[in-house]
C-alpha cells in the first residue's frame, strides 16, 4: 500500500504495569495477553470495520473510517476484558487503557504516521487502567450518538505536543472500568517517582521537568535496599490527576515522589515532596530556586540533593512503620527495621532487643542480607560499646556474619560497610577502607558507606581525610540510627588532629544529644586536659568514669585494637593532664 493521507479514527491501546506483569510471570502473561488479542480484540475490531495497524508488544494500533465505531470498539475490548478477567488475581490482572483521536493521518500498510496519532497515544497514557480517554473532536463528534457518559478532564498538556490536548474519560457503565489492583507491597520500601509536572508556560521546560524525575529513579535505583518503580510505569500518570492512595495501589508502592517545575525569567522553582501512599501523609518537602545557566548542571544537581534528601527519609519512615506493627506480624523487612529502631538507642536493653530481632529477620528469610548484617553491627556495638559481649568472640562473629551477607548479596554496599566497619574492629584499617570503597562505588549516596570510610581514615592516622567523610555521611542521612557514633568520630578526628577547642564543643554537642552514651565523656576530658582546663578537665573526668566504668577500663587503661598505639598514647596524655593516673 503506497503512502496516502486520508481522515482516520485512531484507537490505541496498551497494558497497564505491563513491566511488572511479565517480571512477575512471564510466560503466562505471554499467553494470555496473545488470547486476548486473538479471541477478543482482533474480532471486535473486524467486526466494527476496522483494521490493526501494528501490535506493539504489549498494546496494539488500530485505524477506523468511522469515530462512532472506534468508541463502540473500544468499549466493548473494556468490556469483554473485564468479563474475561473476572477470576484473575488483582497482582495478575490484564487491563488496557485506550486512548482515541480524529484527524488526518499518513496512511501505510503496516503503520500510521502523523500528529493526530501521537495524540492518540498520550491519550492512551492518560487513560486509568481498563478506561478510555478521547479527544475533544472525538467527544464532540459522538456524544449526541451514543448513550456514554463523558467526564470533562480539561485542558492538559501532554509531551511533545505543542498545544494542551481537551480530554474526555467515557464511563458507559459502572462495569467498565477495572480499578488498578492493589498490588502486594515489596517485602522492602518502594517508591514511585512521578513524572515533574511543568508549571510554566514554556514547553521546553517540559524537558527539564522530566529529565530531573528520570535522574532521580536512576539515582534511587543504586539503593539496593529500595524497589523502584521503572519510568515506563511511573510516567504512565504525567499529565493525569490522581489520588496517591489510588497511585499507590495501581503502583505498589508505598511511597510517592511528586513535583513541579514553574520557570520565571531566567530563574526556575522546582518543588519535591514524599508522600506516604497509604494514609495521604507528607513526609518531605523542600523548594530548589536556581538560576537557569546550565540546564544540564542545575538538573543534576537537584535530582541529587532530591535523592540525598528521600532516601533517608523513607528509611526513617520504614523504622516507624515497622515499631507501629504487633511483634507476632512482622516479617524480614520489617523485623529487620525494628532492629535498626532498637540499635538507635545506646542500652544494653535495646541492643539485645535488636539483636533478637535481626535473628528473626534471618529465620523468617534466611536470604535476606540485611538480617545478617544488622545482627553483625549491633554484636559489634555490644562489645565495643556496651561490654556486654566478649570483643573477641564479637568480631569473629560478626565478620563471618557480614561476609555472610556479601555472599547473599555480593552488590549489597550496606553488607559491604557492615565487612568495613567489623575489619576497622580487628584494626584492619587499609581493608575497611577497601571495603568501605567497594560499598561507595555501587552506592555513591549510601550514608553508611562514607560513614565506614571516614572512620577508617580517622583511626589510620588521617583524620582530616576522615571528617570529611563523615561529615558526609551525616549529611546524606541525618535520621542514621548510629548518628552517636558519627558525631563521635567528628570529635575524635579533632582531637587527632590537634583541634582541642573543637574537639570541646564536638563533645558537648553529642553529650547535649546522648547523655547516655560514654565515649565523648572521655574525648571532653583529654581535650580540656590538652588545653589546660583542669578544673572542667577533672569534672568531666569523674562523669566519664560515673557514666561507664568498664567501658572506660577497655578504653583507657587497655588499647582497642582499631585505635593506633601512637593515638592511644596521645589520648593518655589529655587525660593524664585532667588527673588521671594510671
Known sequence: MPSTRRLAAILAADVAGYSRLMGADEEGTHERLKAHLGQLVEPKIKEHRGRTVKNTG?????EFASVVDAVRCAVEIQRGMTERERDIPDERHIAFRIGINLGDV?????????????????????AEPGGICVSGVVHDQVRDKLDFAFEDEGEQWVKNIARPVHVWR?????????PAPALLLPDKPSIA???FTNMSS??????????????????????TSLFVIARNSSFTYKGRTVDVKDMGRGLGVRYVLEGSLRKAGSRIRVTAQLVEAETGKHLWAERYDRNLTDIFAVQDEIADKVTIAVFPAIANAERQHAMRKPPGNLGAWAAYQRGLWHMSSFSAKDNATAQRCFEQAIDLDPHFAGGYWGLAWARLHAAAGLQTRDLTEAQNSSEALARKAVTLGGADPEARSCVAFALLMR??????????DKAIALSPNLAVAHGERGAALIFSGRPREGVAAVHHCVRLDPYDPLLRVRLLHITTSLYFSGEYTAAVEAAKQVIRAFPNFPPPYRWLTAALGQLGRIEDAREALNKAIAVAPASFDIYIRKRVPWMRPEDHVHMLEGMRKAGLEC
Open 58 to 62: 504489549d498494546g496494539f494500533l488500530s
Open 193 to 195: 517517582v512521578l513524572p
Open 106 to 126: 499518513i496512511i501505510e500498510e503496516h503503520d500510521i504516521f502523523g500528529d493526530r496519532v501521537n495524540v492518540a497515544a498520550r491519550l492512551e497514557a492518560l
Open 170 to 178: 467515557i464511563r458507559p457503565s459502572a462495569a467498565l472500568t477495572v
Open 202 to 223: 514554556d514547553p521546553e521546560q517540559e524537558f527539564l521537568a522530566d529529565g530531573i524525575a528520570e535522574d532521580i529513579i536512576t539515582a534511587l535505583s543504586r539503593y
Open 427 to 436: 584494626g584492619d584499617h587499609e581493608g575497611a577502607l577497601t571495603e568501605a
